[in-house]
């Protein structure tokens, strides 16, 4: 059971290049997250999917678009990288159907934009 | 809407002393509350949450926190400082069902421990 895992670890892109974060889970829970974390900032949501076939904008979408490939996937794409896109992603799930809701977060990707 | 606030970006103490960690909420609905903490390159991991059961809540490594809904507030506290306790510690409100599970992260506090 590896959780959530995301790839790649590291990146570094130029401005204006485009790439896929990958997010996946192998503990079956219908809810799927991304966020971002910037020194000071906390953690800012992006985009979430609540179930499977389902996306939704959250805190700070612009720049972004996802894709709820399965139940398990969630991709973040950043289709024209910016500076202001250098940050950690962070990928979390969260099983529906829970007496309380916790999120499960992946290991991060920290993206440097050049 | 849902926020919080976590006061002090940084606190530091002894190794043996007491952890204090402030975090103030506001919410229109009866809120989840979490505390994560997130260690140096590492994701985040859950400390403790409140459910709206008992309001004094227990969690890993010696952790607790209490929600005080007078003071809307739900402090972390623990009474004795590891060094491995260093990290920056979120706080976090959310929605209760049947809402979007949406979390609202505090911007962090970033505990050191000194020797």
């Known amino acids: 059971n590896a959780g959530v895992t995301q790839t790649p670890k590291f990146q570094v892109l130029k401005t204006g290049q485009s790439m896929t974060l990958q997010c996946a889970q192998d503990m079956n829970h219908n809810s799927m997250y991304w966020y971002r974390q910037d020194p000071g900032m906390g953690l800012r949501l992006i985009y979430y999917?609540?179930?499977?076939?389902?996306?939704d904008k959250g805190e700070v979408p612009n720049g972004y678009n996802v894709s709820r490939l399965n139940k398990r996937e969630f991709s973040l794409r950043l289709e024209s990288a910016a500076p202001s896109q250098t940050s950690v992603y962070f990928c979390?799930?969260?099983?529906?159907?829970?007496?309380?809701?916790?999120?499960?977060f992946g290991p991060g990707t920290r993206l440097t934009v050049l | 809407a849902q926020s919080v606030t976590q006061l002090g970006s940084h606190v530091s103490v002894s190794e043996g002393a007491l952890v204090l960690l402030r975090c103030n909420y506001s919410?229109?609905?009866?809120?989840?509350l979490f505390w994560y903490v997130q260690y140096p390159n590492q994701g985040l991991q859950l400390l403790l949450k409140?459910?709206?059961?008992?309001?004094l809540v227990k969690g890993i490594n010696g952790f607790e926190a209490e929600f005080k809904k007078s003071e809307t507030s739900f402090h972390l506290t623990k009474p004795s400082a590891h060094m491995s306790d260093a990290a920056e510690y979120f706080c976090?409100?959310?929605?209760?069902?049947?809402?979007?599970?949406?979390?609202?992260f505090g911007t962090g506090t970033r505990l050191k421990v000194l020797a």
């Open positions: 919410s229109s609905v009866p809120p989840y």
């Open positions: 999917s609540a179930s499977e076939g389902t996306t």
């Open positions: 976090a409100v959310s929605d209760q069902p049947p809402g979007t599970y949406k979390y609202i």
């Open positions: 979390a799930s969260r099983r529906q159907g829970e007496s309380s809701d916790t999120q499960y």
């Open positions: 409140y459910t709206s059961a008992a309001t």
